[in-house]
């Protein structure tokens, strides 16, 4: 593999994040297709573990401050010393900063403009960086966007879920318009990308992330006869429609179609904002002692879970913020495992679970839709296995990480080439 000269610098909201394996599967593939990178982190660490896989990474961190009040010494600093190699350079985009600021009625724009200018001013590497990446078109994005204008770097950026969906259009339009291409990771994501861009020519890229089917291997062996093990693996957070989930496994308890009992325990892997309020929310639907919340686990741990598991389940629907799911990695991995999948027709979610092909979608929103097809899976779960064996094939055609890190690849190796030859002229 040849490698580059220059350096593709890789702007994140936090690294590592037990949330994002995607990320870190991402930067470990694309050093082993040769693009030599160097991580900025908007955030430190905040769990005391993370997946193996992340001690593998060769790229450099580094980690820019976060609160502009506890180290206001340290921005002012650096900054300064940008402003007295570039004053004309940095006074007018310090000036388009502030008024975009006031404009905004927000403190966050200085924030993300200091961040940008901190990093300009460190050399981590004797390699240039000649390409900028940024994951997330919110703040990693603004703060990418800042250093582009400051360095000169071009830029481009993924956009994800939330932070398409809880930004200004107007916004994430200039965010467009300037960057070098976008790369998304759902159809859907890109349809409405492309709706925001309108005219604007930036190329607009839809690249799943795929799975790595090496660690999910397919094999789906639960333990015959009741209790059933439905499980779920997602942060707990309201656009996860955890509280549907639990008014549906409320239903199945106290008056399942059937008219027996229908024996089950609930298996939740993660944690999140509302973990407090779910976990109560269960004990008030008297499911505390079927309902078990294992809190966050690295990936080799979360395997057998889906192994062993009888149903998969995942509510997604639009939180009242406007935040919202693409396609979650987590239904994916369940349906390249082999366990049956029952999930909500919403946001990209069609575009892996196509109801009654690949696993059995309703309409979110509904728990009483949640809970009989729940009752499905179990009633005729002859079906439901076919339906899974069918959607381990579409994982593997549609879903393979590897293709989709090739075409990841390809555009990144020629923004890095082309950096270049802008950095020889």
Request: proline share 5%; aromatic share 10%.
């Amino acid at each position: 593999m040849s490698r580059s000269r220059g350096l593709l610098g890789m702007v994140l909201k936090g690294y590592p994040r037990i949330s994002e394996t995607f990320i870190s599967n991402e930067i470990y593939l694309l050093e082993r297709l040769g693009i030599p990178l160097e991580i900025y982190s908007l955030r430190r660490p905040r769990e005391n573990f993370t997946h193996g896989l992340v001690t593998e990474i060769l790229a450099p961190v580094t980690y820019v401050p976060e609160y502009v009040k506890l180290w206001w010494r340290t921005l002012f600093r650096t900054n300064g010393r940008f402003f007295l190699k570039h004053p004309v350079r940095y006074s007018a985009i310090c000036l388009q900063a502030v008024i975009r600021a006031m404009e905004r009625g927000t403190t966050a724009t200085l924030r993300h403009f200091l961040q940008a200018g901190h990093l300009a001013s460190l050399k981590v590497s004797d390699r240039p960086v000649v390409h900028l990446h940024a994951h997330f078109c919110h703040t990693p994005t603004s703060v990418t966007l800042f250093l582009s204008q400051l360095t000169g770097v071009p830029f481009s950026f993924t956009a994800h879920a939330k932070d398409i969906y809880t930004s200004e259009p107007s916004q994430l339009r200039r965010k467009i318009r300037k960057a070098r291409f976008v790369v998304t990771c759902t159809e859907y994501n890109a349809r409405y990308l492309k709706s925001v861009a309108g005219n604007i020519n930036t190329p607009i890229y839809t690249i799943y992330h795929g799975i790595n089917l090496s660690y999910f291997a397919y094999g789906h062996n639960p333990p015959e006869g009741e209790p059933y093990r439905i499980l779920s693996v997602g942060r707990l957070v309201e656009k996860k429609g955890y509280d549907d989930v639990l008014k549906a496994l409320a239903m199945l308890r106290r008056s399942p179609s059937r008219g027996k009992p229908f024996n089950f325990e609930f298996i939740h892997i993660g944690d999140g904002d509302d973990g407090e309020k779910i976990k109560k929310m269960a004990a008030e639907l008297d499911l505390k002692d079927v309902v078990k919340f294992l809190g966050t686990l690295p990936h080799e741990k979360v395997i057998p879970f889906y192994r062993t598991s009888h149903v998969f389940v995942l509510g997604c629907k639009r939180a009242l913020n406007g935040d919202q799911d693409g396609l979650p990695n987590v239904i994916l991995e369940a349906m390249a495992v082999g366990i049956p999948v029952v999930a909500t027709n919403f946001s990209a979610i069609p575009e892996a679970v196509i109801h009654g092909e690949t696993g059995i979608l309703v309409e979110p929103g509904r728990p009483e839709a949640i809970a009989r097809a729940i009752e499905e899976v179990f009633e005729r779960y002859d079906s439901s296995r076919k339906r899974a064996e069918k959607a381990r094939r579409i994982v593997e055609e549609k879903f393979d990480q590897r293709i989709w890190i090739e075409k990841l690849h390809a555009l990144l190796r020629q923004a890095v080439n082309e950096g270049m030859l802008l950095l020889s002229k």
